[in-house]
């Protein structure tokens, strides 16, 4: 599920550079939102056994980038790739998070095996 996410995630965040550039928004991407979609590539890709780093994007994606959703009232219109990436945006790396926190590739996220018991 998470290697769809990241395929998924890199077109949406290219496509939505692209508009917001040349509509000059571009200082847009440098919300909360886009640097915890950048945290969690990162969780999944560079350093996937980091339990600080697992803790804390479990925290941002399914608190407030979640719950965002709700206060910005974001809605899913198939025919706008704006609202479209706005959803996927907020309410994917939630689902990514949950399913690698309850049902982990063990070979590939959770502490290491030398981790001490503290971090496990």
Known sequence: FYKMYTCQVLVLLVARWAVYRAKRWHYYLLDF??????????????????????KVTF??????????TVA????????????????????????????????????RFGPAADAPLQER
């Open 33 to 54: 939102c886009y640097f915890a979609n950048v945290l969690l590539l990162a969780h999944l890709w560079l350093a996937p056994h980091s339990a600080l780093l697992s």
């Open 59 to 68: 925290a941002f994606t399914t608190g407030p980038l979640t719950w965002s």
């Open 72 to 107: 910005f009232r974001n809605s899913m219109v198939y025919h706008d790739l704006d609202k479209v990436t706005s959803v996927f945006l907020h309410l994917g790396p939630a689902c990514v998070s949950w399913a690698v926190r309850w049902h982990p590739d063990t070979s």
